[in-house]
C-alpha cells in the first residue's frame, strides 16, 4: 500500500505501527521520514514519526519531532505524552540542563491535561535516573499521585528508594521499599485483570540495591535474575521505558560492580538490542568491556555515545571518559 501510495497519511501510519519495536523499527524509517512531509501540521503524524525514530536510537529526530509536536509556544507545553517523549530525548541527547529546564515547565503547567500530575511525576523519575542527580532538588517537589495508576506510584517509590540509597540514606531507601511492597500489596486486592508487570520488577530492583549495599551479592544477583526475566516476558512496549531504569541496565551495573565484567557486558548488550543507543547502557558496555578486555567492543560503544551525545552538556563525566578512551586507543 505505502509503495503504491507513498504520499497517503494512512499507509505511514499504519507502517509505523507495524514496526513499532526495536527488532523491525528501521524498515520503518522510510514511513516515519514521509509521514512526517506528508502532515507537516499535524501534531500527532510529527509524534508517531518518533515511535520508530525512538526505537532506533535517533535522538535527534525524536527530539526534532516531539518539539514540532508540541506546539510552537513553549511556554504552554504541559505534561503529555509529546512532551515525555520529549524530555527523554534531551536526556539521551546528554542535554541534561535543557531536560531540566524543560522538567521545570512541566511543573508549571501540571495542571493541564487528564494526567498532568502522573506525567511530570514519570518524567522527573527519567530525569533522576538518567542523569543519576540523586539530591536533585525536584525530589522534594510535592505532587499529588493519590488517583494514578500504580505504574505510576510505583515508580516514584522506586526513585525515592534508589536516590536515597545513592545519597547513603538507608532509611530513606527502606522507605522507599516500604511504599513500593503497599503498591504491590494494594494491586492484590483489586479486582482480577492481567498484572502489569513493572511494579514487580522495581520492587525486585529494589530488593537488589539493598542486598548490594549489605555485601549480600548473591542475593542481589538472584533477585536480579529474577527482575531480567519478568522484564523480558512482558509483551513489547513503545517509548521511553515503563521501568524507567532497565533491568538489564541495572543489572550489568551491578555485575560491574561485583568484579564480573563479561557478565556485565552480555546484559549492556541485551539492553542495547531492546533499547539502541540508549546513553546510559552505551557507557555501561564501554565500562564493561574496557574492564574485560574487550577494547574492540568498548570503543564501538564509546564511540556511539560520543555521536549521540555531539551536543551534549560539555561538563558531563562519561563524555570525558568516552573521549580519553578513544584517544588512547593506537
Excluded at 525536584?138 to 536515597?164: K, M, N, Y
Excluded at 540514606?169 to 479486582?191: E, I, K, M
Aim: hydrophobic content about 40%; some cysteine; overall charge neutral.
Amino acid at each position: 500500500m505505502f509503495r503504491a501510495n507513498p504520499d497517503h497519511p494512512g499507509a505511514a501510519h499504519l507502517l509505523i505501527h507495524c514496526y513499532d519495536d526495536a527488532e523491525h523499527a528501521p524498515r520503518g524509517i522510510p514511513a516515519a521520514r514521509a509521514y512526517s512531509r506528508i502532515a507537516p501540521d499535524a501534531a500527532h503524524a510529527q509524534h508517531m514519526t518518533t515511535h520508530i525514530f525512538l526505537a532506533s536510537g535517533m535522538w535527534d529526530e525524536v527530539v526534532s519531532q516531539n518539539e514540532i509536536a508540541s506546539g510552537r509556544d513553549r511556554a504552554a507545553w504541559a505534561p503529555n505524552h509529546y512532551t515525555q517523549w520529549l524530555g527523554y530525548g534531551y536526556l539521551q541527547q546528554g542535554r541534561y540542563e535543557e531536560a531540566l529546564r524543560h522538567l521545570e515547565r512541566m511543573r508549571q503547567n501540571a495542571s493541564q491535561g487528564r494526567r498532568g500530575l502522573a506525567v511530570l511525576s514519570q518524567m522527573r523519575a527519567e530525569y533522576v535516573v538518567n542523569t543519576e542527580r540523586w539530591d536533585s532538588p525536584s525530589l522534594r517537589w510535592e505532587i499529588d499521585l493519590s488517583s494514578v495508576r500504580a505504574r505510576d506510584a510505583a515508580v516514584d517509590a522506586f526513585v525515592a528508594g534508589l536516590s536515597a540509597l545513592r545519597r547513603g540514606d538507608r532509611v530513606g531507601a527502606d522507605r522507599g521499599l516500604t511504599d513500593l511492597v503497599d503498591v504491590n500489596q494494594n494491586r492484590a486486592s483489586l479486582p482480577s485483570q492481567p498484572r502489569d508487570q513493572v511494579p514487580d520488577i522495581l520492587e525486585k530492583e529494589l530488593r537488589a540495591l539493598l542486598r548490594q549495599a549489605d555485601r549480600a551479592v548473591g542475593e542481589a544477583v538472584a533477585l536480579m535474575r529474577e527482575a531480567t526475566t519478568l522484564a523480558d516476558a512482558m509483551p513489547v512496549e513503545f517509548g521511553p521505558p515503563g521501568d524507567v531504569k532497565p533491568a538489564h541496565e541495572l543489572f550489568g551495573e551491578m555485575l560491574l560492580q561485583a568484579g564480573r565484567p563479561r557478565e556485565a557486558q552480555r546484559e549492556f548488550a541485551r539492553q542495547l538490542r531492546l533499547a539502541p543507543k540508549r546513553a546510559l547502557s552505551l557507557r555501561g558496555l564501554g565500562r564493561a568491556a574496557a574492564a574485560a578486555g574487550d577494547s574492540v567492543v568498548a570503543a564501538r560503544a564509546y564511540g556511539e555515545l560520543q555521536q549521540i551525545w555531539h551536543g551534549a552538556d560539555t561538563n558531563l563525566s562519561a563524555l570525558v571518559e568516552a573521549r580519553r578512551f578513544l584517544a588512547a586507543r593506537p
